[in-house]
Structures are given as C-alpha cells and as structure tokens.
C-alpha cells in the first residue's frame, strides 16, 4: 500500500489536470447507507409492493407525488442527518492546491459543495437533493428540512405546486449541462483519474477512466473491494476514501511537491 500511495502522491504532485470520480462509498463513511443510482438503499422492492425505481420516477413523481416524496424524504433525512467527511475535504484541498482538479460526483448528498469544493469544477451528474423547486413556477425553496417535518408532497410557498429536487429520477434524462461539461473537459484530458467508492457501473463513469489511460494519464482506483473497474487501473488503492484519501493529501505539501 505504502509504494502505491507513494506513486499516486507523486502523480497528484506533478498533474496539472486531474478528475475525481466519486460514488456512494466516499459518502457512506459520513453514514449515508450505500445505493447504486437512487435505489439500492431499499435492495428492490419498497414497503408499498412496487420497486425502488418505480417509486423514484418521474413517472410516479407525477402520478402520485405524495408516494414518490415518501422515498424522496428518506433519501433527504439521511443526507441531512450526515455531514461530509475527511475524503471530501482531502478532495477540496487538492482542488485548492490544483487548479486544474476536477470532481465528477455521482452522490446527490451536496457533500462536495459543502466541503468546499468549487461549483465551477464540480460536476454532479446524478443532481442534487436541495435546493427544492416548484415545478409549476420554478422558484427555488431552500427549506427541505422544514418540509420533511410537514405532510408530503412539500407545496411551493408562492403557488402551491409540487416542489421537487434537482435529482435524477429513474426514467429521467441526465442533465445536459453536467454531461457538455463532462464531456468538454473530457476532450480537453486528464493526466490522472482517481475513481472513489464507486463499483462503476455506469459507463459515463467507466468512460473517463478508459479515455484517460488510453490518453497516457494515469488511471488509480481508491476502493475496499474489487468493482468492474479494478481490472482496468494502473494502481489499486485498497481501503475506504476515508482512510486513502487523508494519506494521499499528507504526501503532498502546499505547493505539492513530495516530501
Ligand atoms: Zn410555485
């Protein structure tokens, strides 16, 4: 573990152009329970008989927005519940220390933001749980701790209409903006890619790892067990982003030379 924490520490030191990709993992050391998608959380079918994902849809949104809100509400308990953890930080830190360092987040749970990450290299492909908005006027609510204390589905305050989060239901598209910006600095490379508790089951996920190896750069996994990507990495960093992550940074001084 030393010698490969060694080599990445030494390849984070010399990077101009770097892209985290994190997953659930990374935010179930801050407790969150781990899901792939939205969905795992509830391992298929949810206490209503029907599956995670048709609960969570667009579709059921729609048709019965107090049942889809029921699940939502869980989903935003628990992100509320947590706060982010030192994987996050370590990760605003190199984003601090280098300002071509990327985060492509699959998480809703806003951690990054909240560890200090810069909106502007931050890209959340899966959405985010808050701020609420209105789906009849869109105007933003930023009070999703008081709705989940009042009966579901949370109303708008100036119309009345079914206020929703910024996620990515199933059945609904990725947003646009997150995927041109994915894909523009995909074009642009990456000298190293850092895949975080993630089992990469999604190929705009696998994709960036791929791209950047055949491009030369340096493909590392940060992961406790084995996923679909391990086979495909230069460096396995075995162990939690918790534990990998705060290690990596302490290799690396403020002007990012090794010690
Ligand atoms: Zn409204």
Redesign the pocket.
């Known amino acids: 573990m030393e010698a490969a924490l060694y080599r990445v520490a030494q390849a984070l030191a010399r990077a101009e152009r770097v892209l985290f990709i994190t997953g659930a993992g990374l935010s179930a050391d801050s407790g969150l329970p781990t899901y792939r998608g939205l969905g795992g959380l509830y391992n298929g079918r949810t206490e209503d008989g029907l599956p995670i994902e048709a609960v969570l849809s667009g579709a059921m949104l729609r048709r019965d927005p107090a049942l889809c809100w029921k699940y939502l509400a869980e989903l935003g308990g628990a992100c509320l519940q947590a706060v982010p953890n030192a994987g996050h930080l370590a990760i605003a830190e190199l984003q601090r220390r280098i300002p071509g360092c990327w985060v492509l987040t699959q998480n809703i749970d806003g951690y990054h933001r909240a560890a200090g990450s810069p909106a502007g290299r931050l890209i959340e492909i899966h959405g985010v749980l808050a701020p609420l908005?209105?789906?009849?006027?869109?105007?933003e609510d930023e009070e999703l701790a008081a709705h989940l204390q009042r009966s579901l589905p949370p109303?708008?305050?100036?119309?009345?209409?079914v206020?929703r989060p910024p996620v990515v239901l199933f059945e609904e598209m990725l947003p646009q903006e997150a995927i041109d910006t994915l894909y523009a600095e995909l074009r642009k490379g990456f000298d190293l890619v850092l895949s975080v508790g993630t089992s990469s089951t999604f190929p705009y996920i696998v994709e960036p790892v791929l791209r950047t190896r055949e491009r030369g750069g340096l493909a590392v996994e940060i992961n406790p067990g084995l996923t679909a990507l391990s086979a495909e990495v230069d460096v396995r960093l075995v162990g939690t982003a918790l534990d990998v992550l705060p290690k990596l940074l302490g290799h690396i001084s403020n002007d990012r030379i090794c010690k």
Request: aromatic share 6%; hydrophobic share 35%; charged share 5%.
């Open positions: 908005f209105c789906q009849s006027c869109a105007a109303r708008c305050n100036a119309c009345g209409g206020l």
